[in-house]
């Protein structure tokens, strides 16, 4: 400031002439500033590439696979310019069933085959058998009518089957993700829902929802007050406590859930322990159900709802209790109105650590929960693993991430609305 | 004392120990007046904050009891107690705005919304902060945040309010003016003050009465000018206001007048403490401004060297060195009438005996 003044009143005194030598100034702060920020730039950039290729370009790569059709379209490229023109209703022309001919003679003996059989199975069941009988009986390309198709299985002379291969020959296509919300396109190109009984993606969002859901609440309730009693604790006991919170943080997830199938299981410590304090006759099933995955889910992830919790309530100052009380709050109300909205941030910062970990759990459901009790993440591995449709699960992990987001929006919003320009 | 004679606090024999060895607070007995302003003044761990939350109910005492109004403490909550209270650190609710933090009192006690708003109103003019109640306390520096500290311990008409050392955090510009402002609303509202400090300037600024503690015990209870001119143990003479010390020897006592002998073996007379035999050896002391340079020989007491003078504006400081090595300090309004001060030269130095005190305890 000083040494701005003493240059401008040297060079111009008082006359508008000062402007291009603050300019000159500004000039030098931002090659200053520059030379500041490229150096922090290098610093990080090992990290950066490293989060680039190993994080963000999977990412995108696999993204991209839920809408990617490229492989298919290739493959029915002759059907599908023969389609172009069908308005998905009306009868089929020869001129595809010529080119379907074409394309399937093509791909005889190629994986490319199962391939596009597999693609159209996935939207109508039975294609896939309908593809390779086909395949195996091609007519002479001279004589490939409708017709002819129509003898090798009547089911081409309906428009379904047809609608099905016209889908499959978008390069850009919305069938994974329509799937994954349990919908489809109809043959006029609309979208409409798969009937209830015949969707399952709903009920497993729900569910999933459901399960991080209850493990969040059941977190709140367990972990407030060990955070509680661990900040208002004495130092020594404080670091015991924390201790007790943080060796099980520190034990590898799968060491965790397989202790909790051998605790929990038929003839387990727990089931023994229940019987031999004549709690139950039988023993209870905890393991292989929605209880087990409940008790695994919970332990795992209550130290991410007890440590923000207590790094919040270790910076509120007791006084502030004491003041609501001395101002005539009943504890009950001093909690409320002070202690409460003091520790909100902590409680929502780990609600939300707990919830989107909760969201995206696989291992812990996997191991301990049963059929009906899987959450998302198992029917990405099993679309990844088992049938290997890779659009799919790139949907449903889209569709995850894309919830997740969600969660994270409305986090900050509530974050930004209730808290606090006093924490800044 | 202002305000009426009625009892309003009463500690009876109250003791309070942490660790079941030591007592942080040991046979306290007080009684406070309705409508006075009494200081706990005392250093760090001396019990006076402990004392106050006792009162407050934040702190449980281990044996004895607590009256307030003549009904005893110990089985009303804190928050039943009716009882004002401002702390060090304001203790504002930061999610709060500076008219929702003064009308919490009012709400927690189910104040209809309207009178609330009124009520706040008033409070916040009394104390010059009228435009600022929809500020966040973190907006306020820290003289405001103590006046709306003081503004919500007022709100809800408590006759009893306690404040925590609640000026340790400010400036001393702002500490001498927020003083003079609590003691001003002291007494238009008439309300007991009960007003814990260490800091002893402030103590006798503001109280009618201030109880000095020491070690979890009152030393000693009185009006500031009693305290500072009668102190009643060598802990008050020291930490109310300044005083050289030193020990002599007793070598007659006649009432309260005492004959003592000074390391050095000059004869030096003091208003006696207690009741003491010939020949022990007890702290004396006297103020630097009761010490007079160069004194009248019916005053004349000891010999010291002269060596430093430090000039303070109004007065100067002349410190000397006693014949046994001990220091002693002078304050001197006008040393220019004392004749050449030259330093390292012994000069006589003399006090009125009834400044000098000298305590059997």
Known sequence: MTAGAVTTARAAPGGPAHRPLDASLGAQLRRADRGRQIRALLLVAPLLLFLFVNFALPLVLMLAKSIDGREEARALARTGAALASWDGRSAVPDAAAKALVADLGDLRGTPALSMVANRLNYDVNGMRSLVLKTARRLPPSGDATLAALGSIDPLWQRPEQWAAVLRATDRITSFHVLAAVDARRDPAGGITMLPPQQGVMREIFLRTFWIASVVTLACIVLGYPVAYLIASATPGWASVMMMAVLLPFWTSLLVRTSAWVVLLQTNGIVNKGLQGLGLTSAPVPLVFNRTGAYIALIHVLLPFMILPIYSIMKSVKPDYVRAAVSLGASPVTAFRRVYLPLTLPGLASGTLLVFVSALGFYITPALIGGAGDQMIGFFIAYYINDTVNWGMAAALGGLLLLSTAVVFLVYTWLAGSSSPAWRS | ?361
């Not at chain 2, 402030?202 to 009465?209: G, I, N, Q, V, Y």
């Open chain 2, 1 to 361: 004392m202002s305000g009426g004679n009625a009892t309003h606090v009463e500690f009876k024999d109250v003791c309070k120990t942490y660790d079941g060895r030591t007592l942080a607070v040991s046979h306290l007995d007080l009684t406070v007046a309705s409508g006075e302003f009494v200081t706990f003044l005392g250093p760090s761990g001396s019990g006076k904050t402990t004392s106050l939350m006792m009162l407050a109910g934040f702190e449980t005492e281990t044996s004895g009891e607590i009256l307030i109004a003549g009904r005893s403490m110990s089985r009303v909550a804190p928050h039943r107690r009716n009882i004002g209270m401002v702390f060090q650190n304001y203790a504002l609710f930061p999610h709060m705005t500076v008219a929702e933090n003064i009308a919490f009192p009012l709400s927690v006690r189910g104040v209809p919304a309207a009178e609330q708003a009124s009520r706040v109103g008033r409070v916040l003019e009394r104390v010059r902060l009228g435009a600022y109640g929809a500020r966040r306390p973190s907006e306020l520096s820290g003289g405001q945040q103590q006046r709306v500290a003081l503004a919500r311990a007022l709100v809800f008409d408590p006759v009893l309010i306690l404040m925590d050392e609640p000026l340790g955090a400010l400036d001393k510009q702002l500490r001498d003016q927020l003083q003079l402002e609590i003691k001003h609303l002291h007494a238009e509202l008439g309300v007991t003050i009960i007003y814990v400090t260490h800091d002893q300037s402030e103590a006798l600024t503001m109280s009618d009465r201030v109880a000095v503690f020491n070690d979890g015990s009152i030393q000693q209870i009185a009006s500031p000018s009693h305290l500072y001119r009668f102190p009643a143990t060598p802990f008050v003479a020291g930490f109310v206001g300044e005083n050289n010390q030193f020990s002599c020897t007793v070598t007659a006592v006649e009432g309260d007048t005492w004959t003592l002998a000074s390391p050095a073996g000059d004869p030096l007379r003091a208003v006696g403490i207690g009741s003491c035999e010939v020949g022990r050896s007890v702290p004396v002391s006297v103020r630097p401004e009761h010490l007079i340079v160069r004194p009248r020989d019916d005053m004349r007491m000891i010999d010291a060297r002269l060596e430093e003078a430090i000039y303070h504006g109004d007065h100067t400081r002349l410190r000397f060195r006693t014949g046994w090595g001990d220091v002693v300090t002078a304050k001197v309004m006008r040393p220019d009438e004392l004749g050449p001060l030259p330093i390292g030269e012994s000069m006589p130095l003399g006090w009125r005996p009834e400044d000098c005190r000298a305590f059997a305890a």
